[in-house]
């Protein structure tokens, strides 16, 4: 099976804070994704990487960066964590074909104060 | 910009029931619309996928209908049990990004 774990079920972060997410996946997926869930907003793609060191912006990349420096790993970095980025952060990694299955994390629950 | 649009927001069906979770599209480029299925607590998961070269696709109890010249697809939920209980999200994509619609909160009472 695939799995696709991401580093914290739970995370509270004070305003001005740099925050890491990490994503790790176990099936040498080429293409990772970071997105958002928000109530009533879905889930917004934030940045998606599909190669090592290669990253491409999503639809709202404003505040976050990114790393991927090995194929399994997939970082979400909050510069300077604002309470507007208070959200659940789910990470999916998938084959290259667009056509695959994206496999989700269980998500991080990040509050900013 | 909303690309897709997903409704109702929630929906309560009798166990036995038939749910339906209805999505619309504006970009004709999309070539693929995949439903998620997500429990709390849990990532989404893939549940079923279309293509636009058919109108239909069933897989046991769900069923993908396709209208193109409308542009929406639905998702059908036949005999309706309560661990169908769920969000549902369904997305759409031409090349790398999937587009998700805002989710449909699913609640199935016995």
């Known amino acids: 099976d695939v799995k696709v774990t991401q580093s914290s079920r739970y995370l509270v972060k004070r305003t001005g804070e740099k925050v890491f997410l990490e994503c790790v996946q176990d099936m040498d997926h080429e293409n990772m994704f970071w997105y958002r869930q928000d109530p009533g907003l879905g889930l917004r793609l934030i940045y998606f990487s599909y190669d090592v060191k290669m990253k491409e912006k999503g639809d709202i990349p404003e505040g976050y960066s990114v790393s991927r420096e090995k194929k399994e790993r997939f970082s979400l970095i909050l510069e300077s964590a604002s309470t507007n980025q208070t959200s659940m952060y789910l990470c999916?990694?998938?084959?290259?074909?667009?056509?695959?299955?994206?496999?989700f994390g269980p998500g991080t629950r990040l509050t900013v104060l | 910009q909303q690309q897709v649009k997903q409704s109702p927001q929630s929906l309560i069906v009798q166990k036995g029931g038939i749910s339906i979770i209805n999505c619309a599209y504006e970009?004709?480029?999309?070539?693929?619309f995949p439903w998620y299925q997500q429990f709390p607590g849990k990532g989404p998961a893939l549940l079923i996928a279309i293509r636009p070269d058919v109108s239909e696709k069933k897989e046991g109890r769900f069923t993908i209908s396709f209208n193109k010249s409308a542009k929406q697809f639905s998702l059908h939920i036949m005999d309706s049990q309560p661990g169908d209980s769920a969000t549902y999200f369904c997305?759409?994509?031409?090349?790398?990004?999937?587009?998700f619609g805002t989710g449909t909160r699913l609640q199935v009472f016995p």
């Open positions: 999916a990694s998938r084959p290259s074909s667009s056509y695959n299955e994206q496999f």
């Open positions: 997305a759409a994509s031409k090349t790398d990004k999937l587009i």
């Open positions: 970009n004709t480029a999309f070539d693929y």
